[in-house]
C-alpha cells in the first residue's frame, strides 16, 4: 500500500432533560467547511501532526442536517453553504462519484445511526439518509454504555479495515440521555502512479516546527512531477507538489513554504478549495529527484470549539438544538469527534508509469526535498472534495 487513510466521524445526540460560493460544487462547498475546521484545529496545535477529513466533518453534519429545523438547520445550511431546500439528491449523486468501482483507488465511505432502543426517530428522516448518505441504522440499549460502545466501535473497526479499532468511549455515553450516534467513517488506500523503490529510502534530516533536526526516512525517486510556486495574499511564495495516484482520480498535494525560515503557519490560513482549485493551473511538468518523508501520523479531534467558533453552535446547546424533523423529543449534540489516521510509504502499481529514460537520465536534475513541515491535502479530482487534510510537524 502507499497511502492509507481511516477515519471516524463521530456525533452523539442526547436529550434535553425538562429542566434545559454558488459556483461551487457540493464536494467543494463541504470540504471548504471542513477545511476551515482543520485550519482552527492546527492554529491551536502549531507545532503537533494534525490529521483530519473535511468531507468527513461535513458529511456527518450533512446527515444532521436533514433532522434539523429553525436556527440549528439555518446554521448547518449556513456553515455548509447549502441551498434551503435542501442539497440531498447532490450529496447523493457526490457519494457514488467518490465509491464508485471506476476509481483506481479504494475509497470506502459509510456511515451509520445508532439511535437508542424505544427513541422516537421520525421514519423520514431514517429514509432521508438511508437514500442520500447509504446510511445504516442500529438501535442499541444504552443503560449499558460498555455494551454499546462495543457495538459502535466494531462498526467503526470494520469499516477502516481494523484501522480505528476505537471511537467511543463507555464514559462518553450517558446511560440515561443518550438518544443517538451518528458515525461517519472513511477508509482511502491509494497506490503512487509512480511508485517509491524502497531501497532509495535512507535516513535524512528533517528539521521540526521547534527547529530541531531529526533523522526520518526519506523515500526517493527520480521522475516528472507537477510542480509550482503560489503564493499568499500577504505575499509568502510556496511550492506546491502534485502526487497523482495510478488511477488519476485521486491526487495527493503537498504544499511546503519557499523559504526555508518560513514557517508553514504562514501558508495555512490562506488554504481553501477554491485555492486548491487554483494550484493545477500553476503547476508545470518538472523531471527532477523528489524526496519526502515517510510518515504515519493519527489525531483525535474534538470539533464542537471550532463548529461554534464558525457560527455552528445551537446544535451543542441543550436549551437552543432544535431537531424537530428528526424527533418530536427534544434532543441536542453532546460530543462530535473524528479520528483519523494517515500512513505514507513508498509502495505503488506493479506496472511503473516511470521509464528507464528518466531513471537513468545523464543530466544531473534539481532536487525537491520536503524535510520542514508541510500541509497535504488529498483531493478527489473531478468534483474538488478534499477527503484529508493534514499537517505534518515530524514525520
Known sequence: MCVVLRVCVLLMVCCISSVVSQSQSYGERGSDLGLQVFL????????????????????VLGMLLQGAHGDTRLQLLMGLKYKKTGPYKMLRKLHKSLTTKSNADIVTIANALFPKDGFSIHEDFLTANRENFMCESQNLDYSDPQKAADAINEWGKNKTKGHIPSLVQPDMLD????????????YFK????????????KLRSF????????????MSQLSVFNIGQASTPG???????????????????????SEDTMPLSAILPHIS????????????QRRMRFLMPKFTAEAEVDLEAPLTAM???????EAKADFGHMS????????????????????GTKASATTTAILHARSSPPWVSVDRPFLFLIRHNSTGTVLFAGQINKP
Open 328 to 347: 418530536s423529543d427534544p434532543i441536542y449534540v453532546s460530543k462530535a469527534l473524528q479520528k483519523a489516521k494517515i500512513e505514507v510509504n513508498e509502495d
Open 207 to 218: 528539521t521540526t516546527a521547534d527547529g530541531k533536526s531529526y533523522k526520518v526516512p526519506m
Open 190 to 201: 491509494g497506490l503512487w502512479k509512480s511508485r517509491f523503490q524502497a531501497q532509495n529510502t
Open 273 to 284: 478549495t477554491a485555492t486548491v482549485q487554483s494550484w493545477p493551473k500553476l503547476l508545470a
Open 311 to 317: 457560527g455552528i453552535k445551537d446544535l451543542f446547546n
Open 40 to 59: 482552527r484545529v492546527v492554529q491551536n496545535k502549531p507545532q503537533e501532526n494534525v490529521v483530519l477529513s473535511p468531507h468527513g466533518v461535513a458529511s
Open 235 to 257: 505575499g509568502v511564495k510556496y511550492t506546491v507538489i502534485e502526487l497523482p495516484y495510478h488511477g488519476n482520480s485521486m491526487s495527493m498535494f503537498i504544499a511546503v513554504p
Open 175 to 186: 446511560p440515561t440521555l443518550t438518544r443517538l450516534v451518528a458515525v461517519n467513517s472513511i
